[in-house]
Structures are given as C-alpha cells and as structure tokens.
C-alpha cells in the first residue's frame, strides 16, 4: 500500500491591532490592498463562507459577475509566491489556512479576566483593530473587541486592587482611561489605589480630573459612587479646607 504523504500548511501569523502585518514560516509576506481585506475578513469571521458571502461583503458596490472576478484575484494574490495556500478556496467556499490572530488572542485574554484568571500584561488588552479601514464590518468589529478589551481590563484592575497590587491596578486603570477618558470605574480604581498607597492628593487630583472632563464632554458630574469614594477619602485624611469635598452632582 503507499502512502500519501502531504505538505503541512503553511505556519501564519497574522496582525490586525495596530495596523496589518503577516507572517509566513517566520517571515514577513507582502500581500495586495485587496488580497490584504481578504485574508483579514475571514480571520475576523472565523469559519468558511461562501464565495457569494465573501464577494458581497468586499466588492458589495460592484455587479455580482464583477464582485466575484474581484474574489478571485484576492485569492490569487493572497496565495502567490507560496508553496501552500493561505486561503483555501472551493467551489462554493473560501477559508482561511489555519493561523496565529492577535486579535483572537486579545479576546481570550479579556473572558481570562472576566473568570478571575490570573492577569496579563495590559498591552495584551490594547491596539486598535485595523486602524484607518473604514468597511462597515471593520467598523463593528473593531466596537466590539474595544468594549470587550476595555472590560478586561478594568476587571484586571479591580482585581488587582482587590488583590493589594495597587501599583499594577493603576497601570491596568491607566491603560483603559488612555482609550477610554471617560470611564468612571477606571478612575475610581485609581483613585483608591492611590489612596491605599498614601498619594491622597494625587487620588483628588484624578478625582478633579475626571470631573472636568465628564463635564466637559458630556455635560455629566462624576456618579454617587465615585463621590461616595472621594468622600471618604477626604473624611479619612481630615482635610481642613472642605472647598474641593464633593457633596452633590452640582
């Protein structure tokens, strides 16, 4: 009996926060405008779709013939210059070789925090998917793995502060609010850190500005709860001038 013996597909590992970048058997691959949408549309989408699928989410403004003439090409120039394909394509499918995502890294990482998992580092939870792409379907995901990223984080944070790391909460905080300025529960977090590490004027200093700038973007002042937490910090430190002791939303 022989035995067939086939190629193993090609190791690729593809970058999507941040800008686009893809690598093949360690090596940076080059690829097209058009193959580059390609590759990154069926590795946000995770599974085989049909040519019709792909060809009316990419080349949607074209005629039907036209679109999937446009498919096509990106398939070939996605796959050109390798000895194994990038992306598959039958009859009816195309798929995406088996990969390495940034993007699929970041959201496992975020449900780790979500489940008390131990934290990351947070430049994990960072990077702006595809920046500078504006397809209808970017656009979503790029939403969608922001909050879920941000929600990581914040939950590391808490965490960490639950925990006595306040230095690595502030740092967890401090990267959600340098996404995110408007974020109350990220500044709250700072704040208590810095008050359990003795930096009370710093805490009111965070205080201030996240009142500035809720007030200036939104027309809002800081929720009960991060009020509440102020408070007492300035009772605990026996401030002697009340001028900055926040008592009510006005």
Known sequence: MTLLHTRPEAAMSLRLLDG???EVEG???EVTPAAAR?????????SALTRSQVAGALWGDRTEERAAACLRSAIWRANCGLEQPLVRAGRTTVALC?????????AAAAHDQFVGRPPVDPAVLGGNLLPGWDDEWVLVERERLRLLCLGGLERMAESLLVAGEYYRAIEAACAVLAADSLREAAYRIVIEAHAHLGNRAEALRQFKLCRTMLRRELGLDPGSELIAVVQRLLTESRVESRTDLPTSAA
Do not use: N, Q, S
Request: hydrophobic fraction near 55%; proline fraction near 4%.
């Open 27 to 29: 090596r940076a691959h």
């Open 38 to 46: 390609l590759i990154a549309y069926l590795a946000l989408r995770g």
């Open 20 to 22: 686009f970048a893809l």
């Open 98 to 106: 088996p990969h390495r995502l940034d993007t699929r890294a970041a």
